[in-house]
């Protein structure tokens, strides 16, 4: 079982439709959880970060943590044309060390 | 303007053939990491370091090696490149005390080993 299960897609939703990504992990001690949008030929950009649980909203964006059921979300309102990337969920349990999910890819249709 | 550079961007060599692929930040920061992206594995960590002539194995360092001789140089180095390293490579950074949101990556350097 791998240490962070992310579904890789490929979505598809038209533009304005609410996004719902996931990522669902095994180990307990993760505490930092992130998630990451990747645009082709491009590095990772950090999109949003909660330490421990809970919920954080940037504009579009809310993330969700739920130790509990070691499961966090992503949701993006109102989605555009400009969101079409690929979206990584990354956890660490320590500041040096970091786990990836295997992205995955959106494309918001106009 | 703060940055994580690597040169080259896309390299094509042959099996056994050494090369080096650079890494350089420009923002002062202790902690220097290589990863590779495969599809349907995500990110996967090769090494990294946490300041000057400090470096150790990530998950994957089989087939590599680095050297940090200078804060901002985080080199990348395949002595033997195979087919399986065939990737994509991204080396990021930032402050060690820094949580790990921090980090920032470079542009990538697609490399296909045939």
């Known amino acids: 079982q791998k240490e962070v299960e992310q579904d890789p897609g490929p979505l598809s939703v038209p533009e304005g439709a609410i996004v719902s990504l996931n990522c669902t992990y095994s180990n307990s001690a993760f505490q930092y959880f992130m998630w990451y949008r990747q645009y082709s030929r491009k590095g990772p950009e950090l999109l949003m970060y909660t330490y421990s649980s809970g919920n954080k909203e940037d504009g579009r964006f809310t993330a969700q943590v739920d130790k509990s059921s070691k499961y966090i979300s992503l949701f993006i309102r109102d989605s555009q044309p400009s969101d079409s990337a690929t979206y990584l969920c990354a956890m660490s349990a320590t500041n040096n060390d970091m786990r990836f999910g295997a992205g995955t890819r959106l494309t918001v249709k106009p | 303007e703060a940055q994580v550079t690597q040169n080259p961007r896309y390299l094509i060599t042959v099996t056994g053939k050494k090369l080096t692929v650079t890494c350089s930040q420009n923002?002062?920061?202790?902690?220097m990491s290589w990863y590779r992206q495969d599809p349907g594995l995500g990110l996967r960590q090769i090494y990294y370091s946490m300041n000057v002539e400090v470096t150790d194995k990530g998950d994957v360092p089989e087939g590599y090696k680095v050297s940090r001789k200078e804060k901002r140089n985080f080199p990348l180095i395949l002595e033997s490149p195979s087919p399986n390293q065939t990737s994509l490579y991204f080396c990021?950074?930032?402050?060690?005390?820094?949580?790990?949101?921090?980090?920032?990556f470079g542009p990538g350097t697609r490399l296909t080993v045939l």
């Open positions: 923002m002062n920061h202790e902690y």
């Open positions: 990021a950074s930032k402050s060690s005390g820094g949580p790990p949101n921090e980090q920032f």
